[in-house]
């Protein structure tokens, strides 16, 4: 983990570690405002976190299209957010964080629009680089995303992408974020566990 860290900040990203979600999800409520806005990507890792409700209780707007009963304005108001929270499907040793999205409010958000971006992720998203962060969208990411949706898609029966024509696809927008985007602080995250997938 520790040559990740390394490689994230020479890139230009604010990292830091924890041993657990519970440490992490502390830090990150402790540094949201309660006159802050939040938006929230889709995300296991943030749902595994419980960082939804401790925001609501600690009184902040937020916003979570999983969560909330009006999902198109959760979408369209978290675009608008002061602070944006989602995990992401692979990060590499080189320092990059690689992604796919079907929406594509995620992937956007995380490049550009807030104040400051937090990405958490567990220790199983950390790949050697790009060819393998790209096994592990097509193997793990895609596959169990699309099994937890219940989605009709040759994945969910196979487990490896095959780059289909399913209308219930979700691989429609793949993003690589290769160094700190101009107007964007990201803040990575890391847990010494594994979450999400």
């Known amino acids: 983990m520790e040559k990740v860290v390394k490689a994230l900040e020479k890139n230009g990203f604010t990292v830091k570690m924890f041993k657990d979600k519970e ?12 006159d802050e806005s ?15 409700d401790a925001l609501k209780e600690k009184g902040v707007t937020t916003y979570w299209h999983w969560r909330d009963e009006d999902k198109g304005n959760a979408l369209r108001m978290s675009v608008n957010s002061d602070v944006y929270l989602t995990s992401t499907n692979a990060l590499t040793e080189e320092g990059m964080l690689v992604n796919l999205d079907g929406t594509g409010n995620r992937v956007a958000s995380m490049i550009f629009g807030h104040k400051r971006v937090y990405v958490i992720a567990g220790k199983n998203k950390i790949c050697k680089d790009y060819n393998d962060a ?3 969208l097509e193997h793990v990411a895609a596959p169990m995303n699309a099994k937890r949706l219940k989605l009709s898609t040759p994945c969910v029966h196979t487990g490896v992408c095959s780059d289909c024509d399913s209308k219930d696809r ?17 803040h990575v ?9």
């Open 23 to 34: 440490s992490a999800k502390s830090a990150i409520i402790d540094e949201i405002l309660t």
């Open 38 to 52: 939040v938006g929230m990507g889709g995300s296991v890792t943030l749902q595994e976190l419980g960082i939804y």
């Open 189 to 197: 995250y890391l847990v010494d566990e594994e979450l999400g997938y």
């Open 134 to 136: 790209i096994y592990r």
């Open 170 to 186: 979700i691989c429609k927008a793949e993003t690589t974020i290769r160094r700190n985007p101009n107007g964007t602080k990201i």
